[in-house]
């Protein structure tokens, strides 16, 4: 018998769980999605500038390259999806634009005005 015709096993609590997590996404609405993913990549661009630490200067998580790329992404989702944030949408602005000024301070040689992590998408953040 090949795989091709092998009958289903029987489920497994990981495949329960999965078809929950579907179903439970299904009935969150889009902004709460975006909202969720914006945070959770500000939290982990906070932790690759070394935040979570309480000397972010000595911190062993501070990776400004993975901390770039995270930002960049988050702005990227920020303007792409600020007409559907509605209220939500200022403070989440507000929080790229700290993680950019702070990328900018602990940056040994600061990029350009302009240059910064998820600028091309932002415009200049000083």
């Keep these: 018998m090949n795989d091709a015709t092998a ?25 709460e999605v975006i909202s969720r993913a914006a945070v959770m990549l500000m939290s982990a661009a906070a932790e690759r500038l070394g935040f979570a630490d309480p ?23 920020v303007t792409a999806s600020v007409e559907y944030l509605g209220p939500h949408a200022a403070p ?4 790229l634009q700290s993680l950019q000024k702070a990328f ?7 990029d350009e005005p302009g240059q910064g992590p998820g600028e091309k998408f932002t415009g200049p953040v000083y």
């Excluded at 329960?16 to 009935?27: C, M, S, T």
């Excluded at 770039?68 to 989702?77: K, V």
């Design 7 to 31: 009958e289903p096993g029987p489920a497994t609590p990981d495949d329960d769980a999965h078809r929950d997590n579907a179903r439970d996404l299904v009935d969150i609405p889009s902004v």
């Design 55 to 77: 000397d972010p200067d000595t911190s062993p998580h501070r990776d400004l390259d993975e901390a770039r790329r995270l930002i960049t992404a988050l702005a990227g989702l």
């Design 92 to 95: 989440i602005r507000d929080g």
């Design 104 to 110: 900018r301070e602990t940056s040994a040689f600061p």
